[in-house]
């Protein structure tokens, strides 16, 4: 039984301690695992100050609301695939912001002292926790392609969008003026939930890497204000951490877009785009088809091969047979980069997790930047599944929407090699200049299906 | 145990700028597991929901305060858990450790 606020006020900045530090542990891929044991030390550190406290008790529902909810991330954690960690973190984004949310609305039920300082920060909480739950059900469920990936959108969205959020504001400023009706708070909690759906439903799958990481970046907000209503530092501080952490994701993955956040949120992204290819452009270019034999000589006796992954090597879950090609060209003296694009795949990061999951070590994944300048000097640039990022388009067509866009300059290797399904344009909907430029070749199939024959003739050569 | 508010103020700007601080040294090929780490990181919001389950007496606060506990949990557990597993999949060489054929 803690009762001294000194005893457990340390015992809080210990976990305050061990979250930095894992954090610190995360600049480098050695010791990240070791940093992770010690956020989750801090973590038991916290809980068990908080059981300890004086006064607490509903052990029995205490028992079964750890249980259930453990079970529940246990396995989810241990079941879900590499290529659906932006679904499970945006599940994650929402539990959180919903307990967040929950932990207001039941400080608000049972709130004293309506009005001032301690409501501010309940309607702060609702509101942004809120907002963080629906929206992360909207981004899980198209992730999930249980709806549509494209923009879905309706007339004066943003006008309504604004209504909404000004009626949670106003029901909002109601409750902070000393209004203490009970509705008023599920009024504000409803609106938010809208608004939620509403703020996340136009904005296209291509940019989903963004969405995430704001409802991140919310989550952590609704976490510091949970620590303002409860007047605790160590929920204001890991919110707050969690709050940079999430915005400067966010800032990142805009940069790597070159657009504005504001232009991902408000801009519907790709909605006039116009699904299949060219088979031939206007001025009589043609895409040429080529075989796997033809590919794995030009692999054989290549130099310098950077291998180009897009999520659609993912989806064909054909990353452990691209290290298997990747690792017989090694052997006969070729040499092998991977280059990733920040936004490839579908979060932060996500390319260099599917590569990892596949034994790929990290010492041959490259960033953009690092990676850019060597294309001159590959023989061969292989494409596998990534259509967006190596669009040339992006420096060349002020009327692309992608325009601006930094990509690989896959186009100045000596030849390309793309690995695709079909000329369907990506996941922004945009054609791929890149396919009709005279030194690419196009390998159609399904990508595990054309890695397995490129290593088969490899072998061959 | 009341903290003036502007002292929880002045924590929570300069735990903001700790936080940009730390962040920015995390290499691109590590932002999943850093969402993922940010994500088990907010699971604190379970003390929030520990506090309010822990001292609730009407029907109505206990109910809200399980679902929190629940969904913190879920949070907590599966985010330190799903970091834990991607993390371990980092390796500099494949096991068993061979040298570049050259």
């Excluded at chain 1, 995360?26 to 059981?51: D, E, F």
């Excluded at chain 1, 938010?192 to 989903?208: E, S, T």
């Excluded at chain 1, 186009?411 to 430029?437: C, H, M, Q, T, W």
């Excluded at chain 2, 920015?24 to 907010?42: D, R, Y």
Aim: net charge negative.
């Amino acid at each position: 039984m803690i009762s001294d606020p000194d005893v457990f006020g340390l015992l809080y900045l210990v976990t305050i301690v061990c979250f930095v530090v894992a954090l610190k542990f995360l600049s480098s891929p050695r010791h990240a695992r070791k940093g992770n044991w010690v956020g989750g030390a801090g973590m038991l550190v916290a809980i068990g100050t908080t059981l300890a406290l004086e006064g607490i008790s509903n052990w029995a529902l205490m028992a079964v609301g750890i249980a259930i909810g453990t079970v529940v991330g246990v396995v989810g954690a241990r079941t879900v695939r590499m290529t659906a960690m932006p679904q499970m973190v945006a599940i994650f984004n929402g539990v959180g912001g919903g307990a967040a949310a929950l932990v207001a609305l039941a400080e608000w039920h049972n709130a004293v002292d309506p009005g001032g300082d301690e409501t501010v920060s309940i309607v702060l909480s609702a509101l942004i926790g809120s907002i963080s739950f629906a929206g992360s059900a909207v981004a899980f469920a198209k992730l999930q392609e249980l709806v549509s990936g494209r923009p879905i959108v309706f007339p004066a969205q943003n006008v309504v969008d604004t209504l909404v959020l000004l009626g949670a504001a106003a029901l909002g400023v109601t409750a902070i003026a000393g209004v203490e009706e009970q509705w008023v708070l599920y009024g504000l909690i409803g609106l938010a939930l809208l608004f939620g759906v509403m703020f996340v439903l136009p904005i296209g799958g291509a940019d989903m890497p963004v969405v995430i990481s704001l409802l991140n970046a919310f989550t952590g907000l609704a976490a510091s204000a949970t620590g303002f209503v409860l007047d605790s530092t160590v929920l204001i501080v890991s919110g707050m951490l969690v709050g940079a952490a999430g915005t400067l994701l966010t800032l990142l993955m805009a940069k790597a877009m070159n657009r504005s956040v504001a232009n991902v949120l408000f801009g519907a992204f790709g909605q006039l785009q116009v699904a299949g290819g060219p088979e031939r452009a206007d001025d009589g270019r043609t895409v040429r088809a080529t075989t796997p034999e033809d590919v794995a000589v030009q692999l054989a006796y290549a130099r310098k091969v950077i291998i180009v992954p897009g999520y659609g090597m993912a989806v064909a879950q054909a990353q452990h047979d691209v290290r298997q090609l990747a690792d017989l060209l090694e052997q006969r003296g070729v040499e092998v980069k991977y280059a990733i694009h920040p936004v490839a795949g579908r979060m932060p990061g996500h390319m260099n997790v599917l590569l990892a999951e596949a034994n790929v070590p990290y010492t041959q994944l490259f960033e953009m930047d690092e990676i850019n300048p060597e294309f001159p000097q590959a023989d061969v640039a292989l494409v596998i599944g990534a259509n967006d990022v190596t669009n040339p388009a992006a420096r060349s067509d002020p009327s692309s929407p992608i325009y601006g866009m930094p990509i690989l300059d896959v186009d100045k290797a000596a030849s390309v090699v793309v690995l695709k399904r079909s000329l369907r344009p990506g996941f922004a909907g945009i054609d791929n200049e890149l396919y009709l430029d005279p030194k690419t070749t196009m390998l159609f199939g399904d990508a595990k299906e054309s890695v397995l024959k490129l290593i088969a003739a490899v072998k061959a050569v | 145990m009341s903290v003036p508010l502007v002292i929880e103020l002045t924590i929570l700007v300069l735990a903001g700028f700790l936080g940009f601080e730390v962040i920015s040294k995390v290499p691109t090929m590590l932002h999943t597991p850093l969402m993922s780490g940010a994500n088990f990181i907010h699971g604190i919001v379970i003390v929030g929901a520990i506090l309010v389950l822990g001292h609730a007496e009407d029907a109505f606060t206990k109910t809200v305060g399980l679902a929190a506990l629940v969904l913190a949990t879920a949070n907590v557990v599966g985010g330190w858990f799903v970091t834990d597993r991607m993390l371990g999949m980092f390796k500099r060489r494949p096991e068993p450790p061979r040298e570049r054929s050259e």
